[in-house]
């Protein structure tokens, strides 16, 4: 601690570096995430304005969350049954401090939270109750991120709202000082509204959905949805392995967790997710839709004179991807395939 100080004395303002060096100290000797929270709150409050980013709390789902101070990282305790009972009533101010120096998968939240779902959606699709509700599902299949600011008490807004707009213009006063930048304040205080409305929302409502599926109520299904993202993590083609680990579903039968893994995929990797969408719909058509039928002549007439018959089944599938609704979708259309008359 006594190299990293000699660093960073230089940060604090003048009146408060020794009120600094006490934080720090608690910080680097906490017992607890209670305790670190606490501390590492203090530390922020004595930073100068142009030298808050450089004091992060940096959350992920792969590595473990940390406390960033320079280049020196200070490991988190895990979260514990106690954690929330022994953080201190913090205020307004306090919140935004921890909310501003959040970073998610290394995106600064306040600033790009607007960013992290919005361009899953494709662009005719932008309405902006469509880019809340994909915020809103962003956060809530985040549990990292969504712990987090339910930790610093974002939860707390009420019936008129007054909560989430008073955290949004103390945030808008925050950034103003540090950045003094028009656009980033205005960004940062809208996404630290929304987040608030959103973090409460999920107290309300404990099995939030993605894209009209259950994958929130099946711990099973969650779990193998992030063992898939993770492997698409770790893959330098993510196209290809997320087509890879979709065709596996299919192949199973598992439509309701293809979608699943597409929706976190398409979350995180909007770049590729319009170009793997419109695959899915041939690779039910070849590992879902033949499984099914007979291995004959009968059955791959029957699929020819439905395709036939609807011209725009590829681009249907695609909607039904897109809404969540695969594994519907495809049921229903292997119906009719049944019926089909050849």
């Known amino acids: 601690m006594v190299s990293l100080w ?44 142009a030298r808050q980013d450089l004091l992060t709390w940096q959350i992920s789902d792969n590595d473990p969350p940390v406390f960033q101070i320079g280049d ?9 049954e106690n954690t929330m009972a022994n953080l ?29 779902a919005a361009q899953s959606l494709a662009f005719t699709e932008r309405t902006p109750d469509a880019v809340r509700a994909a915020q809103e599902r962003f956060l809530s299949l985040n549990p990292n991120l969504l712990r987090a ?3 610093i008490g974002l939860d707390q807004n009420d019936v008129k709202g007054d909560f989430a707009r008073d955290m949004s213009l103390t945030v808008e006063r925050m950034v103003s000082q540090m950045t003094e930048d028009e656009d980033t304040t205005v960004r940062a205080a809208r996404n630290a509204e929304s987040l608030s409305i959103f973090a409460t929302n999920s107290k309300r409502v404990p099995d939030p959905s993605m894209s009209h599926s259950d994958v929130a109520l099946d711990p099973a299904l969650l779990e193998s949805t992030r063992a898939a993202i993770r492997f698409v993590r770790e ?16 192949k199973v039968g598992q439509l309701r967790e293809a979608n699943s893994v597409y929706a976190v995929f398409a979350e995180r990797y909007p770049g590729n997710a319009r170009r793997v969408a419109g695959i899915v719909p041939i690779k039910v058509f070849h590992h879902y839709w033949m499984g099914h039928l007979d291995y004959d002549h009968l059955g791959d007439q029957r699929v020819t004179t439905w395709q036939t018959q609807n011209p725009k089944w590829e681009d249907d599938g695609v909607k039904a ?22």
């Open 6 to 49: 000699g660093k960073i004395a230089d940060w604090f303002l003048g009146t408060k570096v020794e009120a600094a060096k006490v934080a720090l100290f608690r910080l680097a000797h906490a017992d607890t995430l209670a305790q670190q929270l606490t501390s590492f709150s203090e530390l922020k409050r004595y930073v100068a304005p």
């Open 72 to 80: 020196f990282e200070i490991l988190c305790h895990a979260v514990t």
């Open 88 to 116: 201190p009533p913090f205020d307004l101010d306090d919140r935004a401090r921890l909310l501003c120096s959040m970073h998610y998968d290394g995106q600064n939240v306040v600033s790009e939270y607007h960013y992290f």
């Open 149 to 151: 600011v339910k930790l």
């Open 235 to 250: 893959s330098s083609a993510r196209a290809d392995a997320i087509l890879q680990t979709l065709t596996e579903r299919i």
């Open 321 to 342: 991807l897109l809404g969540g609704t695969l594994d519907t979708w495809a049921e229903q259309a292997l119906t009719e395939i049944r019926r089909t008359a050849v």
